[in-house]
């Protein structure tokens, strides 16, 4: 069974550029999340998509956005890209269980740096 | 919304030496589970834990949540240079998985 792929593996932007990171979920998987973990700190929750649509997002700005895709694949959206923005892009994917967040898989991430 | 804080942040242990690392709510939790990321890889799911007091065991982990379910810890008896890497705690329900900023593990052989 394929895991989480995520893609690109690193990319490399500048200062008031986009970036888009594409993620793939396991199959059979509804639910897609979206965190950032910078050098040296923790897993900060993103986004969470279930079923094509956004369920909850975390204490990010505007410019952080992404969408579900019929196929459960997932993409996120980092417009007008600042020097803080520069992390390691974690995606994850779970069943979605009645009443619980099941177990996550996450991908290898996409390394964003902006420079 | 919920959080979690896990003491310490960082642990330096001597190989063979035992290792714990606390996650603490001031909240009761529905349930909480543990992941584990080595050193330039993913987070990886260790266990989840769900009932009040619940006690579980893989190999030299042993996972404990609280009576009230506001904490939870890992212990690792007798470290290996393979432990090393930062151990999460997550709050765990019906909404997306809150990660407490981890715990990190050196081992030093």
Known sequence: ?115 | GQQVMQIPQYQHVQEGEDFTTYCNSSTTLSNIQWYKQRPGGHPVFLIQLVKSGEVKKQKRLTFQFGEAKKNSSLHITATQTTDVGTYFCTLSGNTPLVFGKGTRLSVIA
């Open chain 1, 1 to 115: 069974e394929a895991g989480v792929t995520q893609s690109p593996t690193h990319l490399i932007k500048t200062r008031g550029q986009q970036a888009t990171l594409r993620c793939s979920p396991i199959s059979g998987h509804t639910s897609v999340y979206w965190y950032q973990q910078a050098l040296g700190l923790g897993l900060q929750f993103l986004l969470w998509y279930d079923e094509g649509e956004e369920r909850n997002r975390g204490n990010f700005p505007p410019r952080f956005s992404g969408r579900q895709f019929p196929n459960y694949s997932s993409e996120l959206n980092v417009n007008a890209l600042e020097l803080e923005d520069s992390a390691l892009y974690l995606c994850a994917s779970s069943r979605r269980l009645a009443g619980n967040t099941g177990e996550l898989f996450f991908g290898e991430g996409s390394r964003l740096t902006v420079l």
